[in-house]
C-alpha cells in the first residue's frame, strides 16, 4: 500500500472498524481492519473494490479456495502480532518459533493458505519449516510423512542415480564390492562377538551346575538369558545354540543366520534364530535409497558384475577369491581388482 | 500436501540442499516434478558466475548444468584456472593451473621442467628437477568465491620416481594480501609422510591419484575484496629439493 493510498482511507475510518471475510465453505467472520490489511491479497482486493468492500457481510472479501476457518484464524494470528510496528525484530522471531510448532499436516495447510493469501513472511516462515522436515529424510520416509502415494514405476525412481555418478559402471561395481566387504567383516565380527558373549553370558553358578549334570536348568536360563538379551539388544545378531553335551563339557556355540543363507549345521534348541541387519549406514545411505530400492540394485549389480565375466566364489565361511577384471572407459583400459579389506 | 501447488513444493525444496532435492525426485509423481524444475536448480546455481563464465552447450535443464558443473570442471582464464560445483552446496571451487602460480626459478630450464601429463587438468605441469629455494605462490581475487564459505587452499602434486629433500616439513602460508604479512607465521606442513618429523597438516591421496597438502583457511563474506595470497615455501635449509611435482592451487569450500 502507498502512503497515498492511506492518506485516503484514513480520514474515513477514524474509529477501529472491521473487515468481512468469507472463507470457502461460506462461513463469515469479521476482522479488525489492520489486521486483515496485512495480508496483501485483501489489501488489494480493498483497493481494487473501493472502500465498500468487505464493509458489511453482504459485500464480504472472498478468499480463496486453500484457506480453511481454521487456517484464516491462525493466519489472522500471525498478522495480528505482526502489524503491530513497535515490535523489536528478536521479539517477532521468538514468536514465529514459536507460532511454526505444529504438526506436519497443518503446517502444510498453512503453507498453502499463505501462499493463496500473498503473505510473503509466512509462506517463508512455513517453508522453511517444511524444508527442515523434509532434510535427510529418504524418499519412503518423505512418502510416510507426507501421505504421499507411491506412483512412480520402479524405473523412474532409478533415474535420479543416473545423474549423480559420474561413472555409472564404476559405482555399481563400487557398489557389489563394498557390500561382499561389508558381508564378510560382519562374519567376521559376529565370530569374534560369538567368543566374547559366550564368556560374558555364563555365570559360575551355571557352569558348575552344568558340570554337575543339571542339563535342564542351563538351558533353562540360556533361553532366559537370551530373552533378556534380546531385550537388550537393539541389533539382533546371534542365535544360541546348545551343543551336544556328550562330552560332559559344556560349550555353547552361537551361531549366526546369516542372510546370505549360510548353513547352521548345528541343531538349534532355541525356536529364535535372529537374522544378521544388513542395511546400514554405509555408501548406500549416501544415495538416499529406500530398501526395495537398494534390494533391486543389489540383484541388478550382481547380474551386472556376471556379465563383464566376473566370478564370486562365495560359499559359507570361506575366503571368496579375488577377481580381476578390465573395464573400458573413455578409451583407456584399467583393471579393477576386488580387495579383500 | 498433495494440496500443495507445484510452485510450493519447489520453494520448500530448494530451501535444502542439492542431495535432498534428488531424494525428492524418487518420492512422488508431483514431488518428482517439483524436484526436477528449474527453479530450484536455478537456486542452487551461483547467482554470480565468473566473467568469462560459457554454461556448456547441449543441456537441457539447469539441473543438468548443476551436475555438470560438479563432474566436469571448467576451463577459464585462458585455460589457467579451473571452475567447479561442490555438489552438496553449489559453492564454486577453482583449480589455478602450475602455469598461473609464481614458481621461484621457474622459468629455468636448469630447475624446472614443464610437461604435460594425461591425468592432469591443465596442459601442462611443473615438475622441479632440482632446486635450493623453493617458493610457489598463488593469487585468487576472493570475488570469485560464493559467500559466507569456509573454504581451503591445497596444494595438488605428486612426485617423481626420485624425490629428494621434502623429509622435513616445509612452510605454507595463506594470507589475505594487502594485510601485514609480517606478524603471520606461517604453518609448517609435511610433504611425505616421515614419522617423527611430521608437523600441522600432512599430504593426503586425493581420488584423481593426486596428493594434496592444506595451506591455510580463509572465510569469505559478501562484499569481500582483494586477493588470497597462498604459497609453499623453502628457502631455510641448505640443500637440494628434487622430485616434486606441481599441478596446481585448488580452492574448495570445507564440508563439515
Known sequence: MSEADMAIIKPEMMMKSYIWLETADGSIQQVEQEVAMYCPMICHEVLQKGLGAGSSKNCAISLPQRVNPAMLSLILDYCRFHQVPGRSNKERKVHDEKFIRMDTKRLCELASAADSLQLKPLVDLSSRALARIIEGKTPEEIREIFHLPDDLTEEEKLEPLKNLMDDPRIRLLNRLYAKKRKELKEREKLKGKEVEERVDERSVDDLLSFINGKDHKVVKTSKSKKKNKKRKEHKNKVSHNLHSKQQGTQSVVDETASSLGGVSNLPSIEDDIFSLKTDSEDGYMDDGMDPALREMLDREVEDFARRLNSSWVLSSGQERQPVHFSINGNGATRRLTAIDD | ?256
Open chain 2, 1 to 256: 500436501m498433495n494440496n500443495l501447488p507445484e510452485d510450493c513444493i519447489a520453494k520448500i525444496l530448494s530451501l535444502t540442499s542439492p542431495r535432498d532435492v534428488c531424494r525428492s525426485s524418487a518420492v512422488s509423481r508431483c514431488f518428482r516434478s517439483a524436484a526436477d524444475s528449474d527453479h530450484v536448480w536455478n537456486h542452487f546455481l551461483p547467482s554470480e558466475f565468473p566473467e568469462d563464465f560459457r554454461a556448456p552447450e547441449g543441456l537441457p535443464t539447469k539441473k543438468h548444468l548443476f551436475f555438470s558443473l560438479v563432474h566436469n570442471p571448467l576451463l577459464l582464464h585462458d585455460s589457467q584456472l579451473s571452475f567447479s560445483l561442490e555438489r552438496s552446496t553449489g559453492n564454486k571451487c577453482y583449480m589455478m593451473a602450475a602455469r598461473a602460480l609464481n614458481i621461484t626459478w621457474g622459468h629455468d630450464q636448469r630447475y624446472w621442467q614443464w610437461i604435460s601429463l594425461p591425468d592432469a587438468r591443465f596442459k601442462e605441469v611443473a615438475a622441479l628437477k632440482m632446486v635450493w629455494w623453493l617458493d610457489i605462490t598463488g593469487k585468487i581475487n576472493i570475488s570469485l568465491l560464493s559467500d559466507d564459505t569456509l573454504y581451503a587452499a591445497y596444494l595438488v602434486f605428486k612426485w617423481n620416481l626420485d624425490p629428494y629433500g621434502f623429509r622435513q616439513p616445509v612452510e605454507a602460508s595463506l594470507v589475505l594480501a594487502g594485510t601485514e604479512h609480517d606478524d603471520v607465521q606461517p604453518s609448517m606442513v609435511s610433504l611425505m609422510h616421515n614419522p617423527g618429523s611430521e608437523q600441522g597438516q600432512r599430504a593426503e591421496l586425493r581420488s584423481d591419484d593426486w596428493y594434496e597438502v592444506q595451506l591455510g583457511q580463509f572465510f569469505k563474506r559478501r562484499g569481500d575484496m582483494g586477493e588470497i595470497e597462498m604459497s609453499l615455501k623453502e628457502t631455510k635449509r641448505p640443500f637440494e629439493k628434487k622430485g616434486l611435482i606441481v599441478h596446481g592451487i585448488e580452492i574448495r569450500p570445507v564440508l563439515p
